[in-house]
């Protein structure tokens, strides 16, 4: 055990981080239920990696100009290809998912691109990767704070699940935000898990236990990784996934006991 770390137990580390981690959590169940729903699981990370490549490119050539230029960068490579990816689903919803696959794909390779020259770009494509949630400052949390309020407003006051357009824009705008603070492993495993978990559960309760649910394996994650001294991402979404499973399978019991089935009972077929 690396007891170094322990100090970053403290409060003052983890408390930013796990109130980053509960606001990413507020828009990305509610979304992550939306993008399960519609078959389109992989548009998180390959939005994330566009994102992930407009803060790259922002930095790059923008950089020495202003934080702010860079932010919208990332926002503007977000959303264009968040209306691309509208765009592709009207006109070829058949191999929608084929088309995400590629766009993360090509945003991954010229990320590769444009950091092979940089003497520090091995770092740096790591922290696009599994982020830096423990160094989240004041300015991001308020920033995501104000985003999350915005995106669940609409949440609430408007249909994301029919809107295809205005679903798209706040999916980008949210990730955008989140993935220069967790990493685009961390968005992917916030969105996925918890609605993968909780498909079983009473919808009326399905939000409240995914929120729960991750709110429990950020947590876990971060006490891991200050123990361990192992990377917080990582950490973390590996937490994700192991609340995940202990989730869904304590659901399918209950629903399976609720049917008035064993769960696992074999079905002994007609006659």
């Known amino acids: 055990m690396d007891w170094t770390a322990v100090t970053a137990l403290s409060p003052d580390i983890l408390a930013p981080a796990l109130v980053a981690g509960l606001l990413i959590l507020a828009t990305h169940v509610p979304l992550g239920v939306i993008v399960l729903n519609r078959g389109i699981i992989f548009i998180d990370i390959a939005l994330a990696q566009v994102a992930a490549l407009g803060v790259v490119f922002g930095n790059l050539m923008l950089g020495s100009v202003a934080g702010w230029a860079v932010q919208v960068s990332a926002i503007a490579a977000a959303v264009g290809c968040a209306m691309l990816l509208t765009w592709t689903d009207k006109k070829f919803p058949a191999i929608q998912e084929a088309i995400i696959g590629a766009v993360y794909i090509v945003a991954a390779a010229v990320q590769i691109v444009l950091l092979s020259s940089s003497p520090n770009g091995l770092e740096y494509l790591k922290d696009l990767l599994v982020g830096q949630i423990l160094w989240v400052s004041g300015t991001q949390l308020l920033v995501l704070g104000l985003l999350t309020v915005a995106a669940l407003a609409l949440w609430y006051l408007r249909d994301l699940v029919k809107e295809r357009i205005l679903f798209y824009g706040v999916f980008a705008v949210v990730i955008t935000a989140s ?15 918890p609605a993968l978990a909780t498909q079983h ?11 729960n649910l991750g709110a429990a394996g950020y947590l876990l994650g971060l006490v891991a990784s200050a123990i361990f001294g192992i990377s917080t991402g990582a950490a973390i979404a590996c937490a994700l996934v192991l609340v995940a499973i202990s989730t869904a399978w304590g659901l399918s019991r209950t629903v399976a006991a609720g049917a008035g089935t064993p769960a696992g009972a074999a079905d002994p077929g007609p006659g």
């Not at 993935?179 to 898990?193: D, N, T, Y």
């Not at 559960?201 to 929120?211: C, K, Q, S, T």
């Open 179 to 193: 993935v220069q603070i967790v990493g685009v492993l961390l968005v992917f495993a916030s969105l996925i898990m």
């Open 201 to 211: 559960a009473p919808p009326h309760w399905r939000l409240v236990i995914a929120f």
